[in-house]
């Protein structure tokens, strides 16, 4: 139930980026609350010429991809890996969560629903190592 759940929550960071990327590249942005233009219009919003909305994509993208467990990784590994994406994953969500509120004086409410969701599939990461080394996993 829990990987499950991770799935839904990653495909749901994975459509929020998916619609930042291409509202980006469009020019026009349907925020219910907050300024997504200004914040999505930001220095924060590219990593060199790439968009931050593009590196969400490749990480839900890559989170879903190791919750499906890839069959070609030991269970050790893509728990390993799950855990490092995650908490880098957090710790960028963070940082740009830190950005939008000190440095661009703006929020976007999907960048919040998605660290929302990054929050999210750590707890249920954490929740299920714990349950893991309780069963002797």
Known sequence: ??????????????AISVYL?????LGGFVCPVGDCQTVNSSQYAEIGSMPVS???????????S?????????????????GILLSIGLIFSIY???AELFWIHAICFWCIVSL???????ILYWLDCRRNMSSGY
């Not at 593009?54 to 879903?64: E, Q, W």
């Not at 190791?66 to 799950?82: A, E, G, M, V």
């Not at 929302?116 to 750590?122: E, K, Q, S, T």
Request: net charge positive; charged share 10%; aromatic share 16%.
């Open 1 to 14: 139930m829990t990987r499950l759940f991770g799935q839904v929550v990653a495909g749901i960071g994975w």
């Open 54 to 64: 593009f590196l969400g994509i490749l990480f839900y993208l890559s989170v879903f």
């Open 66 to 82: 190791l919750l499906c467990k890839i069959p070609i990784l030991s269970d050790k590994i893509n728990r390993l890996l799950l």
């Open 116 to 122: 929302g969701c990054v929050v999210v599939l750590n």
């Open 21 to 25: 990327y291409f509202a980006k590249q």
């Open 96 to 98: 740009l969560t830190y």
